[in-house]
Structure formats: C-alpha cells, structure tokens
C-alpha cells in the first residue's frame, strides 16, 4: 500500500479504545440542571417542558429542528450579572453570541448595555430601541462606512483595534463636530486556556495592539493627540469559555499596569477598563463555571489590588458575557430520523439538522449533552454519536452521548446549551434552511426569528 493512502478503517473517525469512556449516567432520564434552562423539567408522562410547553406540542406547531429559549432564563441571567457588578460597573452583552429583536428589548428592560460588531448587528439593535449610547462598537476591520454610522447615531464607545482605525475615527468624528468616546483593545500576552480560534489575548493573532514592544502605548499616544476622540480607556479581551481566572488577573494587572505608565507620561488617568467576556458555561455535567456574583467579586478585587499598588484610582469596570447570558437558555430540538448500530463501536444517530444549525463541535471540537426528550425509557445505555443530514464525514453534533438503546426514527432529542452561537453562526449549506428561534414563556411560544423558507433562498438567487 502507497504510505501516502490513508487506511480509513472500522476505526477510523477518532473512535478512542475501550474503556476510555465514563460510565452511563445513573439515570438517561434525568437533566442537569447546569446544561439545561431553567424551566426545563419533564413531566409524569415523560416529555420535557420548557416554559411550561411540551416539546412535543413545540414540534408539532413549529417543527424541528428549532432553536427553543426559555425567555425568564435569559432574563433571569441577564439581571444576575447586573446585579453582581452594580452601579459602578457596566455590563455589555456580546451580541453576537446570538442578537434578534427581541433579544435587544429583554436586554434594554433588564438593564444590560450592548456590544455589536457589525453594522447588521447595529441595525438590529436600533431597531429593537437600545439607546445608541449603550452601544459599544467592536471589530477589526470596521468598514468607513460602518465607522461614519456608528459615530452620527452617538454609539456611546467605539473599540479601536489598530492603528489605521485610530486615525479613520478621528477623522469621521472630527468631519461631523463631535468627539468620539473610545476604547483601545490591547492584546496583553495572556495565552487562555481554550480553543486556538477562541484565544485573543497572545499577540500573534488578528485582535488588538500588542502590549509588547511599545505599541500599545505608542497607540495611547496617537489618541490623545487627536481633536475628534475622548480617549475614555482600555479594552482586553483573552479569548471564550473560561473557567480559570489566573488569566484575568494577569490579563488586569498588565492592563492596570498600562494606565499607570499613561499617568506617568500623559498626566492623564484614564476613567474606563473593559475586561471583555468569555466566561464559560457548562455544556456537560462535567463543566464547572463559576456564577456572576463570583466572576464580579474576584474581577473587582483584582482590579482593586493591582490599582492600589499603581496608586491609581479604581477605574470603571466593563465586562462582556455573551455566552454566559444565552448560552445556557436556550436547546435545540430535533426529530431523530435513522440510525446505524456499528457492532462494537457505536450507534450513529441521525438527526433532521446538523453543522448548519451547530458548526461548534466541527470547528472548535466542542462537546455538547443530549437527551430523549419525547418520552422516557428503561432501556439499557447504547453510545450513541449523534450526526446530521449534510454530505460531509464531520458533521458531527455530539460526538459521544448515551441515548436509550430503544431511540427510534420519529423520537425527538434535543441538545442544550445552544443558545450561544449556534444560530449566530448558522449555515444555508447544502440549502439546508435554517431553523426558527422560538421564544417560551408561561405557557406561551412565539416565534422570535422565523424559520427560512425556500423562497427566503430563491429571492437571494437573481439567475
């Protein structure tokens, strides 16, 4: 056999040996309650409820798959992290984690600021009613005129992110007569412990102006020469799903130790930090994030301690859950359709969606729970891989679950902690349209973003 072949055996796919995995849980009924929302139980006949909504009532109105959010979970999460930081501190919820309308006017009614990084993003938050001065604006590569719109609707901070951008800013502002609250994000050296397209703190990546070598303070300088910016602090952000704080507070010393150096030079004590987000949040039983009022007391403590040993003022503190917020609110439902027992391997359990509704676990490899949802079952354990319809090996929702040994095609499963990302980052391919992202509250569902339809995709299509 040529060594260039690959011999794409019964074993290949990353199948792991026997034994690598953990015991079936106790009791395939049950739900954690960390990876699920909080109104999700399952009733005396079996299904699940969400909102007080049988999932099977939500298939049958609306069909599957579909993103389905527990509205008082969001709220209820939202008002948690700005209680835990207070007056003196804001909170700024990452909208692209997933932004809709709706999702807007629960941030605006608990209280929340909101960041965007694109102008669609923005459109979407105006149109919902947040006020622009709640607004921060992020992005490495702000088009012109994503810049000019940002500043004539009064954003209330733009996040500079290179050199080029400090100079574009200032001369939009400056050509319409108003001085533009900024924040410079600097990239800090902090190497999170994550995904390597998810850390944003090293310098060798597209985010930012490096601490190191000077540039970050040579970017200080530009801005606070320039007429058309307020030069209002600085922005570090060291990449998602973070459960360790050692990187926060290195990330914070380094930041508190760059105002210090601009006191020193520039007179000037800048009043802002914004630590950004990436928080994580439990996608298995086996994750252990810490909660809001955790996150806020260590987050203040440090920032405290660093800046009484600078002798500097306690700047205002920003922070930037996204995932935190939504990720946990919402699960996504689907209609099991066939399955492939592999004898001595596993069960493949296809599903009605797939990567166009989930692209995480095939780009980040992340991990994610999933349970029968429709009924219970004493059935023995099977390990299940649960996949979905597009033509490619990868695409893969679930990498390795139990399911009841009895699943059959018509069952509904659903896959929690989806409400960050998944219908942010949603796919048409293979003309796969994309699900509808339904809201649940009291007994109620509504649609908040309607399902596509094939004229949806044909009406883009002009021939």
Known sequence: MSRSAHPAGPRHADVLTEGHYTAPPADLNALDPKVWAGSVTRDADGAVRVGGVD????????????????EDDFRGRARAWREAFGEGADVYYAGKAFLSKAVVRWLHEEGLNLDVCSSGELATALAAGMPAGRIAFHGNNKSLAEIERAVTVGVGHIVLDSFQEIVRVAHVAQSHGVRQKVLIRVTVGVEAHTHEFIATAHEDQKFGI???????????????????????GIHSHIGSQIFDMAGFEVAARRVVG?????????????????????????YTSDDDPQGPHEIAKSLGEIVARECEGAGLAVPRISVEPGRAIVGPTAFTLYEVGTLKPLDGLRTYVSVDGGMSDNIRTALYDAEYSVALVSRTSDAEPMLARVVGKHCESGDILVRDAFLPADLAPGDLIAVPATGAYCRS???????????????????????????????????????
């Open 425 to 463: 980052m949603a796919s048409n391919y293979n003309h796969v349209l994309r699900p509808p992202v339904l809201a649940v509250r009291n007994g109620d569902t509504r649609v908040i973003v309607r399902r596509e339809t094939e004229e949806d995709l044909l009406r883009l299509d002009v021939g």
């Open 55 to 70: 999932v099977r009532e939500i298939a049958r109105e609306h069909g599957t798959p579909a993103y389905v959010m527990d």
């Open 258 to 282: 760059l105002l210090a150096e601009i006191r020193d030079e520039h007179g000037v004590e800048l009043p802002e930090i914004d630590l950004g987000g990436g928080l994580g949040i439990a």
């Open 210 to 232: 490096p601490l190191a070598g000077g540039q970050a303070a040579e970017a200080v300088r530009r801005a606070l020469k320039l007429d058309g910016l307020e030069l209002a």
